[in-house]
Every structure is written in structure tokens, then in C-alpha cells.
């Protein structure tokens, strides 16, 4: 419909609608606003990831779609129809809840099976798709354990299995790993993309862990307070933040302040520096570079003219075996963050504390930000 | 710190447990005993209760306490489990802390006063006093103790499960019976089991609102006791402290099994 000429000839339109849309959707608890007039598309088969601080509104709106919050105000559309009236256990969207609320009087099957055991399904079925479901999760033979027998990792999987069943248009993870261990979560991310890949289901995953996002999320909604702040692929919320608290939230940053100047150039206390790409900004404007430490090269001898150049004086090294992280003391007392990958075998850092280095990196390595 | 048996902890233990028991355990003793005296010894016997076999005055008013006690034990934990849920679940209505508060009175009004208004209510309403009247007063009397367990047990529930299972399709009234009514179902039983032997045990409020045909087993030996004590009632009083027992130890075991099954499933969740 946008362009109005080829619409005409091409009655369907090209792009698919998104799967899900909030639209303006606001939620209060009294005077709290936990989601304000917040709008964003899913797209269907998509693995989508709500990211963002404690309390920044991310599980209100997963809630919201599952039924179990009505939103204050707006929206929510799935599939281009306002599922706000629709009570939860009507709705086509199952949710895997972080404490798993697995049922403790019933077994492994009774639990997966259950969904299924609410709608008219022939008992045969019924069975098969628990079977099938068991082969999937790989808990083959579990089915007739008591929830109590099992350990954390098997439970997160009968209630992912649980969820699965009823084959909903899309799967809500409530913070699915945060009980794993750190082994246990990094081998779960993987199987989890996998499964989506799979199956082909839309899956929206509630996470305060920028990592985990970044490593399973299609595309990343970051949110604080109630707002999101950016949408977009976890690569570029990486490389291409759009505001200092995006930057600062994901990863490690180091900013430095300044105006922008003429023909690209930053003015700042550390003297000027060259940055490339597009900016919104118009010079005279105050600015922020963000630099990523892994952006940043470290060396002992003046770097060539080409690059932007800072000296100082390491004050901490942070050994983390496959790296080191360097906090460098600079001249205006401010400190730059350094990532270097340890190359050398031997378990010793290149750079030792109280040396003196020198801080460079291309133009292009930073991002320029107004906000 | 110490917390091993110093000489005062064990005095005032033996002292604590003398005071409870001592009167229970000779009472017990001397239900076997073989003299019609009821303070002279002499050897064990079971001939009181084979005495109270013949005896139907004691059986029927036991019986009646019976009936009674497992009537008004099931009312009262159908309301009393209601009253919980709507005291939890219901959030701040307005009312809340006045109907709460209407819940718990029973547990410390004075029995007299149960009675007494009760049976000024019967009369009022020239109910005929008998068995009903008593099953009705005792159904008020231990509602609020069924409350008291369920409501705690509610508290402690967590409320995702029942969201899971209407998320799985499940519609509210069904997901209350499915999920959160077994779950809570120690809590209850024991509640009924507590009602169940207060009703037993009740005299005041029994003698208040009890009409003709319908005696006791309280009501019947407090009035035989009255002409002087016979063995028989120590054997039937015997009976009651073992079936009260067993009703509190199992309803104990019931909320404990429920409470450390809890604490299994916490502590897997952790492997």
C-alpha cells in the first residue's frame, strides 16, 4: 500500500506482516510505569530477545503477550488480530517460565503432556507427541520420572518440551537459563538456536544477559525503563550503538568527550580525533566517541600518522587467560580500557604496570554519539 | 554455644512433660486396672472395656461424636478453604482486614460465649436443638483453624504454576482444580483432621447448643463423672487420647511430608 502504483498491480504485498506487534502499549501497576507507549514489530520465525536491565519492563511485556498482564493502553497484535481480550489460556503462544513451574504431582509426561490433555487430542496422539517431544529434548526413557528426580538442566528441558508441544505461533522464554550453571547455559544457548532453526517456531527470549542475547537473538530489543532504547541484529548493537547507555550496556566502552569540528574531526582534551562514518551530528555539537577495547591497538613506539593517538601509563592489567584486559592511566586522569588477545604461551602479558604505551586505532573504529 | 542437656534444661523438661502427662498417664494406667476402685490398684486387667462393649449409653453418644465431628469437619474445611483462598487471592478488597478479622475471632473468643450465642440464635429461630445444631456450632468453632493452615499454605504457593497451566490451555476453574487444589491438598487434610478432633473433644459449646437425643461422648461423661467416676470412663477416655493422637500425629505427618517433599524439589532445583 506504501507505494501506491505497484500496490495496485500486486494485491499481495511483499513483505510479510510481522508475526507480532505492540502497538503504543503502555502497562502501570499504580503510579509505576513498567512499559511506556512502546511499540515493535516480530517478525515470524524470527528469535527475538527483550534485553535489558532488572526491572526495565522486559518481563511485564513478555507477560503481556502471554495474557497474565493486560496492558494500561494499546495494542498487541498477532497475526494482524488484538489478542488484548483474549484470556491466556486462549491464546495461541505458550510461555517457559523462569522457574520452570513444572507441576511436582504430576511425572515428566504428565507435565509435557499436559497442554495437550486440554484440548480434544486422541489419547494415542497424545502419547506419540509426548514421545516425540521426549526424543527432541533428549530425555528419552525419562517419562514416567516425578519432577523431584531429576536435575536442574533435565527439568529446563521438560518445561521447554512442555511449552513446546501445543506447537504455539511463538514460544516466550522467561529468563530460560538464568538457574544453569555457566556450562550448562553456554551448551543450552546452542541447543536452544539450534531447536529454533528446527522447528521454525518464533521464539521471544526475555534475558538481562547482554551475552547470551548477542550469541542467540536474530535481532535484540534493548530496553530501560519501560522505553526500549534500540532495535536492531546484535552486531550492530554492538558496532553501531545508538545512544552512550546502549553503548555502555553492551560490552565494555570508553568514551571520550568532545565537539565535533570541521571535516570530521572531534575536538576534545585529548586532542583531536579523526573519526569516519555517517553521524547526525552537525559540527559544534557535543559528542561522545564510544571505543569497543578490542578496537584499540596498545604498542610502546609512536604509532604512524594515519591512526588517532593517545599516551599514557598502564595502571591495572586484568589477566583472563585468553585475554588481558589493560586499564590505561591517560593525561587528563581519565582511563582508556584495552583488550588484548594473549598470544604468547608462556602465561605473560606483553605490556607490564607503569609501562608506558601508546593508544591508537583507525578513524573508523569508534562511533560517534549525541546522546 | 552449648545446647546440650544442662541440669536446668532437663528439670524444667521433666517438670513441662509432668505437668502435661502426669494426669493423662494415670488416667491411662488406670483404665487398666482390675479394681472397681478407681484409687486402688490391683493388676492389670481389660475388663472395663469389655464393660464398655455393654454399655450403649457411651457407644451411641460416641457414635453421635462421631458423626458430628466428621459432619462439621467437612463443612468446615469446604468454608475454611474458601475463606483461605479468598483472604490470599483476592488481594486488598474492600472489607479485607474486617472479614479476616471476623475469620480469626473464634480462635480466641471463649467458648461460653460461642455457645451462649449460638444457642440464643437457635432459639431465636426455633431450631429444633439436636445433632444438627451441634454440627453446625462446631463447624463455626473450627472453620478459622482450617482457615489458619490453608491460608499458610497458600501463601507459600507458587503462583506461576497455575499460570503455566493456564497457559497451557487450561481454563481458570479447572487450573484451581487440577494444579492448585492436590498441591494444597496436605494442607487441607490436615485441617480437617485438626477439625475433626476439636468437634471430638468440644464440650462447652456441644452442652450449649445439643438438644434431647443427641449426648455427646463429652456430654455423657462429664454428666457420668458427675455421680462419681467409674473405670469405664477412664478405658473410653483412653480411647479418645488415642484416636486424638493419631489424628494429630497423622496430620502432622501430613503438613511435615508436604514440607520436605517442597524442600526436595528446592534443593534438585539447585543440582
Given at each position: 500500500m506504501a507505494d501506491g502504483g505497484q500496490a495496485a498491480q500486486e494485491p499481495v504485498s511483499i513483505e510479510k506482516p510481522p508475526l507480532v506487534r505492540f502497538e503504543a502499549v503502555t502497562k502501570r501497576f499504580g503510579s509505576v510505569v513498567a512499559v511506556e507507549t512502546l511499540s515493535l514489530d516480530i517478525k515470524h520465525g524470527e528469535f527475538f530477545a527483550l534485553l535489558?536491565?532488572?526491572?526495565?519492563?522486559k518481563t511485564t511485556l513478555l507477560r503481556t503477550l502471554a495474557g497474565f498482564e493486560a496492558p494500561t493502553q494499546g495494542r498487541i497484535l498477532l497475526d494482524g488480530e488484538d489478542i488484548v481480550p483474549v484470556q491466556p489460556h486462549r491464546r495461541p503462544v505458550n510461555m517457559m517460565f523462569q522457574s520452570y513451574?513444572?507441576?511436582?504431582?504430576?511425572s515428566v509426561e504428565g507435565n509435557i503432556g499436559f497442554g495437550l490433555r486440554q484440548?480434544?487430542?486422541a489419547r494415542a496422539e497424545i502419547a506419540d507427541r509426548i514421545a516425540e517431544m521426549l526424543v527432541l529434548v533428549r530425555l528419552q526413557g525419562f517419562g514416567g520420572r516425578r519432577i523431584d528426580q531429576l536435575s536442574g538442566g533435565q527439568r529446563q528441558r521438560v518445561a521447554l518440551a512442555r511449552a513446546l508441544i501445543k506447537r504455539p505461533r511463538v514460544l516466550l522464554l522467561d529468563?530460560?537459563?538464568?538457574?544453569?550453571d555457566k556450562k550448562l547455559r553456554a551448551e543450552t544457548q546452542f541447543e536452544l538456536m539450534e531447536l529454533q532453526r528446527k522447528l521454525g517456531t518464533t521464539f521471544v527470549i526475555v534475558t538481562h544477559d547482554q551475552e547470551e542475547a548477542m550469541i542467540i537473538a536474530d535481532r535484540i530489543a534493548v530496553m530501560d525503563r519501560g522505553r526500549l532504547m534500540q532495535v536492531a541484529a546484535p552486531a550492530e548493537i554492538y558496532?553501531?550503538?545508538?545512544s552512550r547507555w546502549v553503548a555502555g550496556f553492551i560490552g565494555e566502552t570508553t568514551m571520550i568527550e568532545g565537539r565535533l569540528g570541521s571535516d570530521s574531526n572531534i575536538e576534545s582534551v585529548l586532542g583531536r580525533m579523526r573519526v569516519a562514518g555517517s553521524s547526525n551530528a552537525r559540527s559544534g555539537d557535543k559528542v561522545w566517541l564510544a571505543l569497543r577495547p578490542e578496537k584499540i591497538s596498545m604498542t610502546a613506539e609512536r604509532p604512524n600518522e594515519g591512526l588517532n593517538a593517545v599516551a599514557g601509563t598502564v595502571s591495572e592489567i586484568g589477566y583472563r587467560g585468553d585475554m588481558s584486559v589493560y586499564k590505561i592511566l591517560l593525561s587528563d586522569r581519565s582511563v582508556m580500557k584495552v583488550a588484548l588477545t594473549n598470544v604468547s604461551a608462556r602465561g605473560e602479558t606483553p605490556f607490564s604496570l607503569h609501562d608506558l604505551v601508546w593508544l591508537s586505532w583507525p578513524p573508523e573504529a569508534g562511533v560517534v554519539l549525541t546522546e | 554455644m552449648r545446647r546440650g542437656a544442662s541440669l536446668f534444661n532437663i528439670v524444667s523438661i521433666a517438670i513441662g512433660l509432668a505437668f502435661l502427662y502426669l494426669p493423662i498417664s494415670i488416667l491411662v494406667i488406670y483404665s487398666f486396672n482390675a479394681s472397681r476402685l478407681v484409687t486402688v490398684w490391683a493388676g492389670w486387667s481389660l475388663i472395663w472395656y469389655r464393660e464398655l462393649l455393654n454399655d450403649t449409653a457411651i457407644l451411641q453418644a460416641a457414635w453421635i461424636s462421631l458423626r458430628v465431628a466428621a459432619l462439621s469437619a467437612t463443612a468446615a474445611t469446604i468454608l475454611g478453604t474458601l475463606a483461605a483462598v479468598a483472604l490470599v487471592?483476592?488481594?486488598?478488597?474492600?472489607?479485607r482486614l474486617l472479614f479476616s478479622g471476623m475469620v480469626y475471632a473464634p480462635l480466641v473468643m471463649p467458648e461460653v460465649i460461642t455457645g451462649l450465642s449460638l444457642l440464643l440464635l437457635f432459639v431465636a429461630f426455633n431450631v429444633d436443638r439436636g445433632f444438627w445444631t451441634i454440627a453446625i456450632a462446631h463447624t463455626t468453632l473450627t472453620m478459622c483453624f482450617v482457615t489458619v493452615i490453608v491460608q499458610s499454605r497458600l501463601i507459600g504457593f507458587d503462583r506461576s504454576l497455575e499460570e503455566a497451566a493456564m497457559d497451557l490451555g487450561c481454563p481458570p476453574l479447572k487450573t484451581f482444580l487440577t494444579i492448585t487444589l492436590p498441591l494444597i491438598a496436605p494442607a487441607i487434610a490436615a485441617g480437617w483432621m485438626l477439625a475433626f478432633t476439636l468437634s471430638l473433644d468440644d464440650l462447652v459449646i456441644a452442652s450449649f447448643t445439643t438438644g434431647p437425643g443427641a449426648t455427646t461422648l463429652p456430654i455423657r461423661i462429664y454428666s457420668e463423672v458427675r455421680l462419681g467416676v467409674k473405670p469405664e470412663i477412664n478405658a473410653v477416655c483412653t480411647i479418645m487420647i488415642a484416636v486424638v493422637a493419631a489424628g494429630t500425629v497423622v496430620a502432622s505427618l501430613i503438613t511435615k511430608g508436604g514440607a520436605a517433599r517442597r524442600q526436595r524439589e528446592a534443593l534438585g532445583a539447585q543440582v
Open positions: 535489558g536491565p532488572s526491572g526495565c519492563g513451574a513444572l507441576f511436582p504431582h504430576l484440548e480434544n487430542v529468563e530460560p537459563l538464568a538457574a544453569l558496532e553501531r550503538p545508538n | 487471592r483476592l488481594g486488598s478488597f474492600r472489607g
